[in-house]
């Protein structure tokens, strides 16, 4: 929110600015972890390939879904990762 009333960029130009930095941060970091061989690979690309295909395929269908279906979606989602959570730790 900062970069449009510091600098006077347009909110498009702020949003590529921020993005591009968080892409320049994780690719310098995602080389020094792999320096250190701390990347599994095979698990990046087990989450990276399919995060990657429902991020091209779940907008197209939001815009054509009601703002309360998203919505419950999402809380539905969220209960189910608290609900797994809480019994990922209790076995722990």
């Known amino acids: ?6 600098f006077h960029m347009t909110l498009h130009e702020a949003v590529a600015t921020s993005l591009f930095t968080i892409f320049l941060v994780t690719l310098f970091n995602t080389f020094i972890f792999h320096r ?3 990347v599994r690979w095979s698990v990046g690309l087990w989450l ?8 091209f395929f779940i907008p197209r269908l ?3 879904l009601p703002e309360i279906a998203i919505q ?15 019994h990922k730790r209790k076995a722990l």
Do not use: C
């Not at 419950?72 to 969220?78: D, E, G, N, R, Y």
């Open 1 to 6: 929110p900062l970069l449009p009333v510091i």
């Open 48 to 55: 990276g390939i399919p995060a990657s295909v429902v991020a």
């Open 36 to 38: 250190q061989k701390s």
């Open 72 to 86: 419950a979606v999402l809380v539905i989602a969220l209960f189910a990762m608290s609900i797994a959570t809480y």
């Open 62 to 64: 939001a815009v054509k």
